[in-house]
Nanobody
Framework: QLQLVESGGGSVQTGGSLRLSCRAS????????VGWFRQTPGKERELVAG????????NYKETVKGRFTISRDDAKNTVYLQMNSLKPEDTALYYC????????????????WGQGTQVTVSS
């Protein structure tokens, strides 16, 4: 079974940067699509960025385009989310998730989830 652990969250000021990491263990996940999701109290969980298992295609929520970059290093079984120019509205609990298909935007299709890492952006 695939296990995922997120790290890299923290508290930053507006305009700051963080790099989140999602490390997989238990098996190689080079043939898994991976998505970063976030959730705040009272709001639905949303996809922030996704990457196909080949790494040749990526997808981003419109509001983070140009600021966030998702990438993967399959040799390290790790997917990253580089977040620049952070805004207070980016404050959320961030999760990574994986599924053994080419790609999907549907959170209900993701089989494996980490426990989340908190990102807090203050003014």
């Amino acid at each position: 079974q695939l296990q995922l652990v997120e790290s890299g969250g923290g508290s930053v000021q507006t305009g700051g940067s963080l790099r989140l990491s999602c490390r997989a263990s238990g098996r190689s996940f080079d043939k898994y699509a991976v998505g970063w999701f976030r959730q705040t109290p009272g709001k639905e969980r949303e996809l922030v960025a996704g990457i196909r298992w080949s790494g040749t295609r990526t997808n981003y929520k419109e509001t983070v385009k140009g600021r966030f970059t998702i990438s993967r290093d399959d040799a390290k079984n790790t997917v990253y989310l580089q977040m620049n120019s952070l805004k207070p509205e980016d404050t959320a609990l961030y999760y990574c998730a994986a599924v053994g298909i080419w790609y999907t935007d549907d959170e209900n299709e993701y089989d494996y989830w980490g426990q989340g890492t908190q990102v807090t952006v203050s003014s």
